[in-house]
């Protein structure tokens, strides 16, 4: 009897360690007798059996469990789709999954054949959820007659609760169910009970530390979330509360928690939870370009600089390097940011810049101070304006001088781009005004400039998206040799008009004088077609138009270009590696080839 068992024992360790090993790739096969080939394709990518027997390393004893744990996999998909009265078959290698042991897996499995019974649809015979807030919207599936899918009444379960808790009643839930599946008459009848709560007022925020305290301090949390205390409860509110601390760029993760019990006076607390960002970061970034040669950039930045979330960041670049016109460009600069100054919403910031330009057509050295406000309008909506002071150094065709200004710079940026370093669809507009006076001149101006970008993807598929692009800018006051080059507008190169060489375009005020212009428009037009997952096929044209005057009257002209471009998508962003020839007669016979990360816009 024990030489039994002993053996017994054998042949169940050696049954197991076989099923320990991978098994070669098992056949799938799954049948739904009438069922459309969409039908059929949702039931196959819910599979489990079909995804696991797809993998090279796979054991029997995977197979097995795949194929068992379908049985919920697939009723979950039928109930999904309106069917309640169905019947699954799992057959491994003949054998019904759900009746072999977990622990006796065969030791090899060839094949699994799945079988489903759909039986009839269900519709609804009775749909309600009671009592609904004013105005609450519920599925528009959701009601009798209709396909009774099965995710139908759990969203009409929250989109009545949302409803309740969108009015303030912030501890709305769901107080009963009665669904009935009548497999007579092929109905479902749904009936959702709700219980409100009373209508509630926000609380006091309050920060709860966990092992390791933030380093922000808990009154600049609060001042941050700016949650309004006293207010009728609305989660749109608690959300915005929550990404102002998130903007800040202070932490890596923000939660605020509801408390479970309201206080006597009809107010509701809500608990901070806040992990902190590392409160340093780096970045680099390069760009090349057979014009203008090799841009390097870089960046240092430190969060929460006195524990009140300030963010300080200092950025450097060495661009021009190796390139056809001019030598090469310097510029440092550092920015110290404070949210949270004036309001939630308003920040303040104080910066500094240095900058050596050697340019084509002149060369300027710059230094420029300022500080300002900063204000979020919306997720999608923000804003700052300031007051600047600039000193520049310029030589150029107009001669050597010295210039200083003081500047009411104003940038106003509306983003509802899906992805800024790959969009696909969404509008994009950037607008900036800064009047100027510059004080030993005794003139005045102003420039201003516009960018607005907008995308859109064809297709289910969404793999064609069609990208365009419109800059346009105008200086207004000051004579030529009163303005800083850089102040005036020129085209060609990366930024304006791929295949033209860079800042060629500017205006011929006679015999050897060329400056920039007091009105500029771009534009620029790109087909991106995705040719694998990661790769991306780009054809592209832009031009561009330089005026002496502001209104773009006087001494003007354009140029274009065009070209072919390819991306490849990294986890950090798609490389991007265009090449372009100038339009027009000289179409052909000069190429010009730029390189870096992120869409050309």
């Known amino acids: 009897m024990r030489g039994f068992l002993a053996r017994s024992g054998l042949i169940a360790v050696a049954m197991l360690g076989l099923a320990g090993l991978p098994a070669p790739a098992a056949e799938v096969s799954l049948t739904v007798p009438g069922a459309s080939k969409g039908f059929t394709g949702t039931l196959r990518d819910g599979s489990l059996s079909v995804a696991t027997a797809a993998q090279e390393d796979a054991t029997a004893q995977d197979l097995l469990a795949a194929a068992q744990a379908d049985y919920a996999r697939i009723l979950g998909v039928l109930y999904g789709e309106g069917f309640y009265g169905g019947v699954i078959s799992i057959r491994v290698d003949g054998r019904e999954a759900a009746e072999i042991p977990p622990l006796a897996a065969p030791a090899a499995i060839a094949r699994i054949d799945i079988t489903v019974e759909r039986g009839p649809r269900f519709s609804f015979g009775t749909a309600g959820v009671a009592p609904l807030a004013p105005g609450t919207e519920l599925p528009e599936g959701f009601r009798p007659g209709a396909d009774a899918r099965g995710a139908l009444v759990g969203a009409a379960a929250r989109a009545g609760v949302r409803g309740w808790r969108d009015a303030g009643h912030a501890r709305a839930t769901v ?85 479970d019990t309201p206080n006597p006076d009809g107010t509701l607390d809500i608990e901070a939870r806040v992990s902190d960002a590392p409160r340093r970061r780096v970045g680099a970034g390069a760009e090349i370009s057979s014009s203008e040669g090799v841009t390097l950039s870089g960046f240092w930045l430190h969060r929460n600089l006195w524990g009140g979330a300030e963010r300080l960041r200092i950025d450097a670049l060495i661009g021009g390097i190796g390139g056809d016109g001019g030598g ?37 050295r710059k230094a420029e101070i300022g500080a300002g406000l900063t204000h979020v309008f919306s997720d999608t909506l923000s804003g700052e304006a300031g007051l600047a002071y600039r000193y520049s150094e310029i030589e150029d065709d107009l001669g050597s001088r010295t210039l200083s200004h003081v500047l009411l710079p104003a940038q106003l940026t509306w983003d509802r ?185």
Not at 204 to 230: C, K, Y
Not at 330 to 350: E, N
Not at 499 to 512: F, I, K, N, S
């Open 328 to 364: 090469e460009d310097f510029r440092l600069g550092a920015r110290l940011d404070r949210p949270a100054t004036l309001s939630p919403d308003t920040g303040t910031f104080v910066q500094a810049t240095i900058e050596d330009n050697d340019e084509p057509d002149y060369d300027e």
């Open 175 to 259: 107080s009963g169910q009665d669904i009935v599946a009548d497999h007579a008459r092929a109905r479902l009848d749904a009936a959702i009970a709700l219980a409100p709560g009373p209508r509630l007022r926000f609380g006091d925020l309050e920060v709860r530390h966990g092992r390791t305290p933030s380093r922000v301090r808990d009154e600049r949390i609060r001042a941050i979330a700016g949650l309004p205390t006293g207010e009728t409860f609305s989660p749109a509110l608690l959300d915005k509360s929550a990404n102002r601390l998130r903007r800040t760029g202070a932490f890596r993760s923000v939660r605020l928690i509801e408390a």
């Open 417 to 601: 781009r899906d992805d800024p370093l790959n969009p696909t669809r969404g509008l994009y507009l950037d607008l900036t005004a800064t009047p100027f006076v510059s004080p030993d001149k005794g003139s005045a101006g102003s420039r201003f400039h516009v960018d607005l970008r907008d995308y859109l993807t064809l297709g289910e598929a969404r793999r064609v998206t069609l990208a365009g692009r419109v800059q346009m800018g105008s200086v207004a006051g000051g004579d030529f040799i009163d303005l800083p080059a850089d102040m005036l507008f020129w085209s060609g190169g990366a930024g304006t008009v791929r295949g033209q060489g860079y800042q060629d375009l500017g205006v011929d005020l006679g015999p050897g004088i060329t400056v920039g212009g007091r009105s500029f428009l771009g534009v620029s037009g790109e087909i991106r077609a995705m040719a694998t997952d990661r790769i991306q096929a780009v054809a592209f044209a832009d031009a561009g138009f330089i005026g002496e005057k502001a209104g773009g009257n006087g001494q003007s002209d354009w140029h274009g270009g065009a070209g072919i471009g390819a991306r490849y998508f990294t986890p950090v962003g798609p490389v991007r590696i265009d090449i372009a020839t100038p339009l027009g007669d000289d179409a052909g016979s000069d190429f010009e080839i730029y390189i870096g990360i992120g869409q050309a816009f």
